[in-house]
């Protein structure tokens, strides 16, 4: 009998599949390939971290949890907040244990969007950001950033595309893929444009842990914003925990009640183990957490430097582990680029455009790798920019 319908969503149907993934796939396909496109720490979990896990499993703790999260772990993760960036959140109603800080941001978005609602989403972004808008029933509107701004947003971009029907502004700092870190006084610039139209912000601090030139600043920390905050972060890239998925949300009381009804419907809760394991992360990690930073400062040192001297121009990224070099000089799009130098070089990285329009004429490279291998890529590099 044919078929007479079409059962996927046309919502479903108008996505795109990740462009990161093809690159992947690709790569996995050769030997021998150097990969800077992957977004997780080379590090292993530190092993008090893993011993945690394990012992919760030799003592049984293998049922759900509360919906939200352990207690001990949403108390630990208040305390963090405090401790680390001087933001309040009340553990009993105002935190959720999420299945990674993705998830956190997909209930985020459903919580507060109806059909309709805009959502100013800054480019270049993670590549999530505008599927979940449209998944959640909201329309993505992207801002594009300037490499010659090193990819900040500038304030008068958010007034030139705010409209009656805008809900919320996402923003990502350290950011995925440039590295941009926004300082304090360009935090408050922003926040004067958002109250001033009465906006939500999502603020994605997964990589708050791995900034390198100054004390990094939390946006609910700036003067009036927390209730205006939907704050989202986790362990996977400070922590070395992403397969461990695990993440947090943290926002005012209204607002978290309402992300909470969706979890406890989709998810039930997050992994017990994992959520042990984080407790002894927060309460006991800050020294791992450090030499991990020492290490991804250095070799972002020496990997932008080079990729400077070889001709790439790239600014120096405050945060995360990810260089966003120009690659305009070559004629070639980033598509072109990427595929050329994985096929002849076996080097992997991501054409920029992935992340939105302004990534057009850029690649993201991910120093998460040893110093060898980030050496050794260079020359690739070297080798294959000499033959262009």
């Not at 950001?129 to 029933?137: C, K, R």
């Not at 450090?290 to 070889?310: A, D, G, P, T």
């Not at 920029?352 to 020359?379: D, K, M, N, T």
């Given at each position: 009998?044919?078929?007479?319908?079409?059962y996927?969503s046309?919502?479903?149907?108008?996505?795109?599949?990740?462009?990161?993934?093809r690159?992947?796939?690709?790569?996995?396909?050769?030997?021998g390939?150097?990969?800077?496109?992957?977004?997780?720490?080379?590090f292993?979990?530190?092993?008090?971290?893993?011993e945690?896990?394990?012992?919760?499993l030799?003592?049984g703790?293998?049922?759900?949890?509360?919906?939200?999260?352990?207690?001990?772990?949403?108390?630990?993760?208040s305390?963090?907040?405090?401790?680390?960036?001087?933001?309040?959140?009340?553990?009993?109603?105002?935190?959720?244990?999420?299945?990674?800080?993705s998830?956190?941001?997909?209930?985020?978005?459903?919580?507060?969007?109806?059909?309709?609602?805009?959502?100013?989403?800054?480019?270049?972004?993670?590549?999530?950001?505008?599927?979940?808008?449209?998944?959640?029933?909201?329309?993505?509107?992207?801002?594009?950033?300037?490499?010659?701004?090193?990819?900040?947003l500038?304030?008068?971009?958010?007034?030139?595309?705010?409209?009656?029907?805008?809900?919320?502004?996402?923003?990502c700092?350290?950011?995925?893929?440039?590295?941009?870190?926004?300082?304090?006084?360009?935090?408050?610039?922003?926040?004067?444009?958002?109250?001033?139209?009465?906006?939500?912000v999502?603020?994605?601090?997964?990589?708050?842990?791995?900034?390198?030139?100054?004390?990094?600043?939390?946006?609910?920390?700036?003067?009036?914003?927390?209730e205006?905050?939907?704050?989202?972060?986790?362990?996977?890239?400070?922590?070395?925990m992403?397969?461990?998925?695990?993440?947090?949300?943290?926002?005012?009381?209204d607002?978290?009640?309402?992300?909470?009804?969706i979890?406890?419907?989709?998810?039930?809760?997050?992994?017990?183990?994992?959520?042990?394991?984080?407790?002894?992360?927060?309460?006991n990690?800050?020294?791992?957490?450090?030499?991990?930073?020492?290490?991804?400062?250095?070799?972002?040192?020496?990997f932008?430097?080079s990729?400077?001297?070889?001709?790439?121009?790239?600014h120096?990224?405050?945060?995360?582990?990810?260089?966003?070099?120009?690659?305009?000089?070559?004629g070639?799009?980033?598509?072109?680029?990427?595929?050329?130098?994985?096929?002849?070089?076996?080097?992997?990285?991501?054409?920029?455009?992935?992340?939105?329009a302004?990534?057009?004429?850029?690649?993201?490279?991910?120093?998460?790798?040893?110093?060898?291998?980030?050496?050794?890529?260079?020359?690739?590099?070297?080798?294959?920019?000499?033959?262009?």
């Amino acid at each position: 009998m044919q078929k007479t319908k079409t059962y996927v969503s046309d919502t479903v149907s108008r996505l795109q599949p990740s462009g990161i993934r093809r690159f992947f796939d690709l790569a996995a396909s050769m030997e021998g390939v150097i990969s800077l496109g992957v977004g997780e720490p080379d590090f292993i979990t530190p092993w008090s971290v893993r011993e945690a896990c394990i012992l919760s499993l030799e003592q049984g703790y293998t049922s759900y949890t509360a919906n939200a999260g352990l207690w001990e772990l949403r108390k630990a993760i208040s305390d963090y907040l405090a401790r680390r960036f001087e933001v309040l959140y009340d553990p009993a109603n105002e935190i959720i244990v999420t299945v990674g800080a993705s998830q956190a941001l997909d209930v985020s978005l459903r919580a507060i969007l109806n059909p309709g609602d805009e959502v100013i989403v800054v480019e270049p972004s993670f590549v999530s950001y505008a599927p979940l808008v449209s998944l959640a029933g909201g329309v993505p509107i992207p801002i594009q950033t300037s490499g010659k701004h090193h990819f900040k947003l500038q304030p008068e971009q958010i007034e030139q595309v705010v409209t009656p029907k805008t809900k919320a502004l996402i923003i990502c700092s350290p950011n995925n893929p440039t590295g941009t870190v926004l300082n304090r006084g360009e935090l408050e610039q922003i926040a004067r444009i958002v109250a001033k139209h009465d906006l939500l912000v999502i603020s994605d601090e997964i990589y708050a842990e791995l900034c390198y030139e100054e004390q990094y600043i939390s946006f609910p920390a700036i003067a009036h914003m927390r209730e205006r905050t939907v704050l989202i972060n986790g362990f996977s890239k400070g922590f070395a925990m992403t397969g461990w998925r695990l993440g947090f949300v943290a926002a005012p009381k209204d607002l978290a009640a309402a992300m909470l009804k969706i979890h406890q419907y989709t998810m039930m809760c997050a992994p017990t183990m994992a959520q042990y394991a984080a407790i002894e992360a927060l309460q006991n990690g800050a020294d791992d957490v450090e030499q991990m930073r020492k290490s991804y400062r250095q070799r972002r040192n020496f990997f932008v430097q080079s990729l400077n001297e070889i001709g790439l121009t790239c600014h120096m990224p405050g945060g995360a582990f990810y260089a966003f070099p120009s690659i305009q000089s070559t004629g070639m799009t980033s598509e072109q680029f990427a595929e050329r130098l994985l096929l002849e070089e076996k080097v992997a990285v991501v054409p920029g455009h992935v992340f939105g329009a302004s990534g057009e004429g850029y690649i993201r490279c991910s120093y998460a790798s040893s110093l060898e291998q980030l050496q050794e890529a260079i020359r690739r590099m070297k080798r294959f920019l000499e033959r262009l």
